[in-house]
């Protein structure tokens, strides 16, 4: 039976691993998967992913932490076949039963819900071994730039992929690894799969103010390509000079751009006014189909037409990020600015340098307009930022600005420290009693306040206040807080932000005094520690750039932070108040 037959049914356990007594990978482990196996099959319509594993769980906190999974999917993928049983540590084999598989939603990547089957593995104990398989499939997709992932938040013993590319592709099925032996690579195996195998594949665990996951774990890309044989600068001209061919028609205004064009900028006397009053012209009058507050009903989506152009954009007062982007362009152009479509990298997910030849790193798309010698940004569907801030997200990253002649590369400013701020302000009293009670704000800028929009800009009132009334009670156990307030959540030239009353009763003498160094949240929130801790082994990153203000008096701008010795090479150092990573 081949390998692929086998995935499809259980296989016999061997004796040394149902006794199995030590992680070996970690031996601080509470749980060790034995094998990670995947078939990938790209070579019919629909790419198919078979997934298996089996798990050798020593610990309760390995029972815990491994015996509820989730299998996420999105639209356009299916989780089919799924089973699962587990071995007990005398042999006894338990069924998982299939009415114990169900759909939930979950909550990924920030806010974003998404669809899962998830199940409980029957009968785990210290011991056991659990072990279960289902089928993903993706409709209508190639594997084409797809990231295949190496690491688990448990140690690996062995990892295995099965690749079979599509037979009729136009060039062959590459790879390019991250984290991962130079010696790996795949071999050709049966029945035309390519098998690549890794062993003792350490835990993926995520630290405090890591860098972007995508540059710290092990992982794959695998795309279809030719071979390339050209310089990084010659790929990327290459590049720039396909993508204008593909996008100058959808950036060529009409009769009726122009006429929007010349209406929006108005008595505009400098091309900065112009630019803002194009940004909220776009922002105000053409509703982001991408955008989850857009108010837009299914049944209204169902009837939306395709927009081919600015001109359809403008008509039909919709589109997706592109074709507002698009527009704005096209606008630009119409008032006699030179703009550019820019495709730019997300810091977010990956470091980007122009070495690594493959569009899979510029999946985002700006609009670069010259200013005299200098280059400025633009984000269009984002009206959460105010005129001339992007998303922190596209901010100090390589952007390729796309010409007719040479497209080059630039890279993107990051916006100064102070122009995201937040700012608290409360005027409190202290009773007899020890309660303390008075009025509360906070308000935000810049991106902190961006963030504070896309997080509430789909909430009711009544879960905006609750949201305020947590994050009080999370820093304060036991307060009263009343008559509740938002500060200008849709207006992105103003701070956001929220004001209300408090109330503590019986508060502590002596409690919030002192001053410690620590970094303002990107997300509103009770702001973070930056000590580090010993066995780190990540660098730190921070999302946006911060200062420290000067009258943190017991913080000296000429003092590095404390670390445990024989730390990696990662240190904090406060240099004229402004915060730099060394890595």
Not at 32 to 59: G, P, Q, S
Not at 106 to 124: C, N, R, Y
Not at 373 to 384: R, V
Request: with cysteine.
């Amino acid at each position: 039976m081949d390998g692929l037959s086998q995935l499809k049914e259980w296989r016999a356990i061997e004796p040394a691993q149902l006794g199995l007594k030590a992680p070996v990978v970690d031996k601080d482990a509470d749980a060790e998967a034995l094998l990670w196996e995947v078939y990938v099959n790209d070579a019919e319509m629909n790419t198919e992913y078979l997934h298996f594993l089996r798990i050798k769980v020593f610990t309760q906190r390995g029972v815990e932490s491994e015996g509820k999974i989730d299998l996420p999917y999105f639209p356009g993928t299916k989780i089919q076949d799924v089973a699962g049983r587990t071995v007990k540590p005398d042999g006894t084999v338990v069924e998982l039963k299939k009415d114990s598989v169900f759909d939930r939603e979950i909550v990924k990547f920030g806010k974003l819900k998404v669809k899962a089957k998830s199940f409980a593995m029957p009968a785990v104990e210290p011991g056991a071994i659990i072990e279960y398989r289902w089928k993903e499939v993706y409709l209508n997709q190639m594997a084409n730039n797809v990231p295949l992932h190496l690491q688990r938040s448990i140690p690996v013993q062995q990892v295995r992929y099965y690749i079979k590319p599509y037979p009729y592709a136009t060039y062959p099925m590459k790879t390019v690894s991250f984290r991962v032996s130079k010696d790996a690579g795949f071999v050709k195996d049966k029945n035309g799969y390519y098998r690549i195998d890794l062993p003792n594949m350490p835990a993926y665990r995520e630290e405090p103010n890591s860098p972007p996951e995508d540059n710290i774990r092990s992982w794959m890309l695998i795309y279809y390509g030719p071979d390339i044989k050209q310089t990084p600068q010659q790929y990327w001209q290459d590049i720039g000079r396909r993508f204008n061919d593909v996008i100058k028609s959808k950036m060529k205004p009409n009769d009726e751009v122009r006429v929007a064009a010349a209406s929006a900028v108005g008595d505009s006397s400098t091309p900065e006014q112009k630019l803002e009053r194009l940004l909220a012209f776009c922002r105000a009058k053409i509703k982001n189909v991408n955008d989850d507050a857009s108010g837009i009903t299914s049944e209204q989506r169902k009837a939306m037409k395709d927009n081919n152009s600015p001109a359809d954009t403008l008509k039909h007062g919709y589109g997706d990020r592109d074709d507002i982007a698009m527009l704005f362009a096209a606008m630009a152009t119409a008032a006699g600015l030179d703009a550019h479509v820019a495709l730019m990298s997300d810091r977010s997910r990956f470091f980007f340098t122009p070495d690594l030849m493959n569009t899979y790193f510029l999946r985002t798309m700006g609009i670069a307009v010259r200013l005299g010698d200098k280059w400025q940004f633009y984000d269009p569907s984002n009206a959460d930022l105010p005129a001339g801030m992007i998303n922190w997200r596209k901010e100090g990253v390589y952007a390729l600005v796309i010409d007719p002649k040479e497209a080059a590369f630039v890279k993107t400013p990051e916006s100064a420290p102070e122009k995201s701020l937040e700012h608290a302000v409360a005027n409190l009293r202290l009773l007899e009693d020890g309660t303390i009670e008075g009025e509360v704000m906070v308000e935000y800028t810049g991106h902190q306040a961006a963030v504070l929009r896309e997080d509430i800009d789909d909430k009711s009132p009544a879960e905006r206040e609750k949201r305020v009334i947590d994050q009080i009670k999370s820093r304060l156990p036991g307060a009263e807080v009343s008559e509740v307030g938002s500060l200008s959540p849709d207006d992105p030239a103003k701070p956001a932000g929220y004001y209300c009353k408090v109330r503590v009763p019986g508060m502590p003498s002596g409690r919030g005094r002192g001053s410690s160094c620590s970094r303002p949240s990107s997300r509103g929130a009770s702001s973070r520690s930056l000590r580090v801790r010993r066995g780190r082994t990540t660098s730190i990153s921070s999302t946006t750039t911060w200062s420290m203000p000067r009258s943190r008096s017991n913080c000296r701008r000429d003092t590095r932070l404390r670390t445990p010795k024989r730390q990696p090479r990662s240190r904090w150092r406060i240099l004229a108040s402004t915060t730099s990573i060394c890595r």
